[in-house]
Structure formats: structure tokens, C-alpha cells
């Protein structure tokens, strides 16, 4: 017997080469008045741009130059408030869709931004439906434009939290293969283990369901191939391949939830400002390892299992979470330390990482303590 369950999508998804040129004409459609978020170079995005002033958008532009905060996401509420768009289009990685989500669901609401933000704030509702967001992602990574949260650094706290509501799902998600093409090789490197996590801790989570376990049992072996591709050169293939798995894995952690490697990421990430892809990559295989050491016989463990040996396969044999962790120093993923983790600070990492939300659905309660060992080992 199959136990009830939902999956929540965006209201629409196109995924292919090419079905980036659709945005503008389809913002047209929700009015007007276009908020564009876009990444560090404003070059990037001209295109866009482009065609939105040929279909008569009026836009105003916003520019996301790293990971988004609490005073940036303030200053660009400010700005979007007083431009009053109908809809918000990001185009870039995980850090601008973010963004322009956040703004999205909060440019009509009331109060303040930190009553809204969880572990920090009170984690209250939205007050009001957010704006239609498009999502034109340009990395192939964090599945930002499949999912209900954005993530925002809060500096004051040393912490990354999440803004979250059923109702932030994009309206549209263009996810378009071709915009990832050229993507530097440690951001894909980066980038691509962020997006083979987000499909291994859906599939190994508490809350797996049938539609969830779908997605991400096929994404698995699909990133297990295309991102040595990727680390071999220029692949258009492999850029498709790592495209869909992103998507899916989007879709799967926000419909199932993630576990320890980003409840320990998003404390990492808050204390030092490290890459996001980068620290989930580095802290992934141990983890799994942490997990598989702690789990009882049964269906979980015997998912641990065939991820231990799908990993020993794509990865040059022996068990799988060592020849993940070698493949990926050979290839340049750096450890925690090299990110910026002291290792005085474990202790810290572990106590907050235990209280994060998406320990929540790890597969088994990880101690401070083995917590610790991983963050040592991760080192």
C-alpha cells in the first residue's frame, strides 16, 4: 500500500535549449512592470533585458553580487517597494533566485523581514501572497526554482536562515541548459555536488515519499555521470544532464527535505561565508559515512548501502564515500578549513547544526558528538 502523499511544483516548468527566449513574453502576461534580479556582471543578464524592453516591460534592475543577506535583502525590499512591480524575474545561481524569491513574497507584505526568517525570527506566515516569480536559473546547482524557501545569511547571528511559504513556488521556472554552458570549473564542480546532494538526501531522508523517491533514485546515476564529464571538459550533454538533476532535486527536497550535510552547511555557511555548494561537496561523503555507521537494519540502511556502491562505481572503487571525498579533492574541492572553518568553532557548528531544520528529516539522529567527528573529517 502507497501512504497519502502531495508534491508541490511550480505552477509551470520549461526545461530545454533555447526556452530561455520565452521569458519575456511570458512575463508579459502578469503585467507590466518587471523587478529583474540578476547576478554580479549586468552583461550577463542584457539579453534579457533586451527582450523584455522589446515586449514593452517597464524594469527595473537589481543586482545580486553574492550571497543574499539580511541588510541587502532590506535595502532591495526598500527599492522594490517604492518601483511596485506586477512580477519578479531572477535570472542567475541559487544566491539571485533567492533574492528576487525573497522579494517576491515579501515586497506586499507587512512587518518586519525578520519576523518572517525561521531559527532567527519567528518563522510567521506571509501576510499576504507574493508576487508571480520567474526563475531562469544560470547554474546547475541549488534547484532554487523549485523550491518554497529562500535562503538568507543573517550576519548578526552568524547563521543562514530560511524565508518559507507554500506559496513562494516560482509560477514559472525556465530552466534552459544552454545558460550553464561555460560555467567555471569550480563553480560546475561546486555547484554539481550541491546538486548530487540535494537528490541523495531526498532519497535517504525521513520524509522520502514515492513522488520524491521518483526524482531522485533516476537523478542519482545521471549526476554520478555527468559531473566527472564536466570535470573532463566542455560537455553540452553533461550540462542537460546536471540541468535536470538540479530541477529534481529542487522538487524532491522540497517536497521530502534534506538533512545533515545542510544542517551543518547552513551553519557553516553563515559563520564563514564559503560557498554553499562547496561546503555540502566537502561535507557530503561523510555524512553519508556518519549516517550508515548509525543506522539500524532496514529499508534506510539498505538505501545507504546502494548509495555506498553507486558512489564506489562512478568514483574509482572501494567504498564509496572515500572515493567520493578523493575524486572530489583531486579535482579541486577544497576542506573546511580551506573554506574558512576554524576547527575551534566544531563545537559551535555542531550545537546550532542539531537545532537546523533540515536535520529534521536526516535519516537517524546524529549526536554533537559524531557531528563533530565529521566536521573533523571533513577538514
Not at 520524491?212 to 542537460?240: F, K, S, W, Y
Not at 537517524?364 to 563533530?372: K, T
Request: glycine letters at 12%.
Amino acid at each position: 500500500m502507497i501512504a497519502p502523499f502531495q508534491l508541490l511544483l511550480p505552477g509551470r516548468i520549461l526545461f530545454g535549449r533555447g526556452e530561455a527566449a520565452k521569458t519575456a513574453g511570458l512575463a508579459a502576461a502578469f503585467g507590466p512592470r518587471v523587478l529583474l534580479v540578476h547576478g554580479r556582471d549586468a552583461g550577463r543578464a542584457a539579453w534579457l533585458r533586451a527582450d523584455l524592453d522589446r515586449a514593452g516591460s517597464g524594469v527595473q534592475a537589481l543586482t545580486c553580487a553574492t550571497e543574499p543577506d539580511l541588510p541587502m535583502l532590506e535595502a532591495a525590499l526598500a527599492r522594490g517597494r517604492v518601483f511596485a512591480p506586477d512580477v519578479v524575474i531572477g535570472l542567475g545561481g541559487g544566491a539571485v533566485l533567492d533574492l528576487a524569491k525573497a522579494l517576491a513574497a515579501l515586497i506586499p507584505a507587512t512587518g518586519a523581514v525578520a519576523d518572517h526568517l525561521e531559527g532567527v525570527g519567528q518563522g510567521l506566515p506571509l501576510t499576504q501572497g507574493p508576487l508571480p516569480f520567474i526563475a531562469v536559473p544560470t547554474t546547475s546547482g541549488t534547484g532554487a526554482e523549485a523550491t518554497k524557501n529562500a535562503v538568507i545569511n543573517v550576519p548578526a547571528q552568524r547563521r543562514k536562515v530560511s524565508l518559507r511559504d507554500d506559496r513562494m513556488m516560482a509560477r514559472l521556472a525556465i530552466v534552459d541548459p544552454a545558460l550553464t554552458d561555460g560555467c567555471p570549473r569550480g563553480v560546475t564542480l561546486a555547484s554539481g555536488l550541491d546538486a548530487l546532494t540535494q537528490v541523495i538526501e531526498p532519497y535517504l531522508c525521513n520524509r522520502a515519499n514515492p513522488g520524491t523517491d521518483a526524482l531522485a533514485r533516476a537523478a542519482i546515476p545521471v549526476a554520478l555521470a555527468a559531473l566527472p564529464a564536466l570535470m573532463q571538459g566542455e560537455d553540452a550533454a553533461a550540462r542537460d544532464a546536471m540541468a535536470w538533476v538540479s530541477l529534481s532535486g529542487g522538487i524532491a527536497l522540497a517536497n521530502a527535505g534534506l538533512g545533515a550535510v545542510h544542517g551543518l552547511a547552513g551553519v557553516i555557511g553563515g559563520m564563514t561565508g564559503a560557498a554553499h555548494g562547496a561546503i555540502c561537496g566537502t561535507l557530503l561523503p561523510f555524512v553519508i559515512a556518519a549516517n550508515r555507521a548509525a543506522v539500524p537494519p532496514g529499508p534506510i540502511a539498505e538505501r545507504l548501502a546502494e548509495m555506498d556502491a553507486m558512489l564506489s562505481a562512478a568514483f574509482g572503487g572501494g567504498p564509496g564515500t572515500e572515493a567520493l571525498h578523493r575524486w572530489s579533492r583531486r579535482n579541486g574541492l577544497p576542506g573546511l578549513s580551506a573554506l574558512g572553518l576554524d576547527a575551534g568553532d566544531h563545537g559551535r557548528v555542531a550545537a546550532a547544526a542539531v537545532a537546523a531544520s533540515s536535520m529534521k528529516a536526516n535519516p537517524v539522529v546524529l549526536s554533537e558528538a559524531v557531528l563533530q567527528a565529521v566536521l573533523r573529517a571533513a577538514g
